[in-house]
Nanobody, 116 residues
Framework: QVQLVESGGGLVQPGGSLRLSCGYS????????MDWYRQAPGQQRELVAR???????SYADSVKGRFTISRDNAKNTVYLQMNSLKFDDTAVYYC??????????WGQGTQVTVSS
């Protein structure tokens, strides 16, 4: 089992920044990669960013150059730094851990609202 807890969401104006955190615990030794997803109302959940066990990162085209995923192994935490936020970034953001080859663990989500 892997437990994930997200934090850092909130209300921000367009152009502003937020940093999301995802603390992970439990059987973390076999985590292959960790993702940030988001789901806007009426929309499918979409992959935003990924960081692998080796530290490689990848991003959705919609957030490239604005979002940065990183990891602090000493704190067992993955971050999503979000800059230049847009209205379209409004969503519930979820952290996901891929354990082994097929098992996925999800956090409870944190709301990000971009509004003026």
């Amino acid at each position: 089992q892997v437990q994930l807890v997200e934090s850092g969401g909130g209300l921000v104006q367009p152009g502003g920044s937020l940093r999301l955190s995802c603390g992970y615990s439990g059987r973390i030794a076999n985590i292959n990669f960790m993702d940030w997803y988001r789901q806007a109302p009426g929309q499918q959940r979409e992959l935003v960013a990924r960081i692998t066990y080796g530290g490689s990162t990848s991003y959705a085209d919609s957030v490239k150059g604005r979002f940065t995923i990183s990891r602090d192994n000493a704190k067992n935490t993955v971050y999503l730094q979000m800059n230049s936020l847009k209205f379209d970034d409004t969503a519930v953001y979820y952290c996901k851990a891929r354990w082994g080859e097929v098992y996925d663990y999800w956090g409870q989500g944190t709301q990000v609202t971009v509004s003026s």
